[in-house]
Nanobody, 125 residues
Framework: VQLQASGGGLAQTGGSLRLSCLAS????????IGWFRQVPGKERDFVAG????????FYGDSVKGRFIISRDSAKNTAYLQMNSLKPEDTANYFC???????????????????WGRGTLVTVSS
């Protein structure tokens, strides 16, 4: 599967953005989906994840209550709705896909087989 993230841009503090992750080559429903973010010189951090069934969603502590992960199987696209944005949300955001496995979905590990290119989000104070 190939992943293409989009939707990044400039937002003001308190504003909203919605990121999209378009999958091609395979159905997005075959994978657990994760969103991560990274700033230069720092590790890639977990933001949000959704299991392949879509029944379980997970969030990093810093975004709980503000960000929402979702997916539209008909459009083969996952989304990250980001609300109440803060300057510390500024980062390059990546979507990733994890193959189904018997051990279960591991949302906050970096153990994803496929990664898209990042989309830059900048939040001004």
């Amino acid at each position: 599967v190939q992943l293409q993230a989009s939707g990044g841009g400039l937002a003001q503090t308190g504003g909203s953005l919605r990121l999209s992750c378009l999958a091609s080559g395979r159905s997005i429903s075959d994978y657990g989906i994760g969103w991560f973010r990274q700033v230069p010189g720092k590790e890639r951090d977990f933001v949000a994840g959704m299991s392949w069934t879509g029944g379980s969603r997970f969030y990093g502590d810093s975004v709980k209550g503000r960000f929402i992960i979702s997916r539209d199987s008909a459009k083969n696209t996952a989304y990250l709705q980001m609300n109440s944005l803060k300057p510390e949300d500024t980062a390059n955001y990546f979507c990733a896909a994890q193959i189904r496995s018997e051990v279960g979905f591991r949302p906050d590990s970096l153990d994803y087989e496929f990664w898209g290119r990042g989309t830059l989000v900048t939040v001004s104070s």
